[in-house]
């Protein structure tokens, strides 16, 4: 049981290159979001998803897009990258979005924008 | 957007303390979770709380739900080396149709 996997788990981008950070999991959840993690500011969310086909912006959604085409798959894509996305960015996934629904995280990507 | 208070930010302890922590709300929870990331992982859910006034216990950790729903906190005893890393707190407000919210982190260091 791999539960959340994000790939890469390191990658060094150029400003103004595009690049898609991907996430899988096998647990059947419904429910995933991405969160990216800066140093003293916590876990902020950046969009998340409750169901395939549907989407939405959470707390720093701008440069980046999400679709959901599978329950399965949630990229994340930075579409033109800038220095202030320099991040640690997590994938996590639920059953779905009830109250009290543990969420499951991935082992994160770190990523350097230069 | 909406966020927690979470204090301390970093603790210093010797090994065999007793630790606490804690996370505050302005508005009404109906979820408090507590998670431990260790050095280059994901957090790892540790204790999850669904009702006002709730204490549950895992291993040497507890945690509880306070009254007013606005509040909660982790106790970690006896701490040992590896409890090192940084403990989350997060929250579901009343709705229930809102993500989670989590907390800037506590950073604990375990001085042998």
């Known amino acids: ?4 996997t994000q790939t890469p788990k390191f990658q060094v981008l150029k400003t103004g290159q595009s690049m898609t950070l991907q996430c899988a ?24 998803s409750v169901g395939a086909g549907i989407t939405d912006q959470g707390e720093v959604p701008n440069g980046y897009n999400v679709s959901r085409s599978t329950t399965e798959d949630f990229p994340l894509r930075l579409l033109s990258a800038a220095p202030s996305q320099t991040s640690v960015y997590f994938c996590a996934s639920s059953y779905d979005r009830a109250p009290g629904t543990e969420a499951f995280f991935g082992q994160g990507t770190r990523l350097t924008v230069v | 957007g909406q966020q927690l208070n979470q204090s301390p ?3 210093f302890i010797q090994e065999g303390e007793d630790v606490s922590m804690n996370c505050t709300s302005s508005s009404i929870f109906n979820t408090w979770l507590w998670y431990k990331q260790d050095p280059g992982e994901g957090p790892v859910l540790l204790i999850a709380l669904y009702k006002a006034g709730e204490l549950t ?13 606005k509040d909660s906190f982790l106790n970690i005893s006896a701490s040992i080396p590896s409890d090192v890393g940084i403990y989350f707190c997060a929250g579901q407000e009343l709705s229930g149709n ?3 919210v989590f907390g800037k982190g506590t950073r604990l260091s375990v001085i042998a």
């Open chain 1, 1 to 4: 049981n791999a539960g959340v």
């Open chain 1, 25 to 48: 999991q096998d647990m059947n959840h419904e429910y995933m979001s991405w969160y990216r993690q800066d140093p003293g500011m916590g876990l902020r969310l950046i969009h998340y």
């Open chain 2, 57 to 69: 216990s895992n291993g040497r950790l507890t945690a509880q739900f306070g009254i007013t729903r």
């Open chain 2, 9 to 11: 930010q970093s603790m």
């Open chain 2, 98 to 100: 809102t993500p989670l």
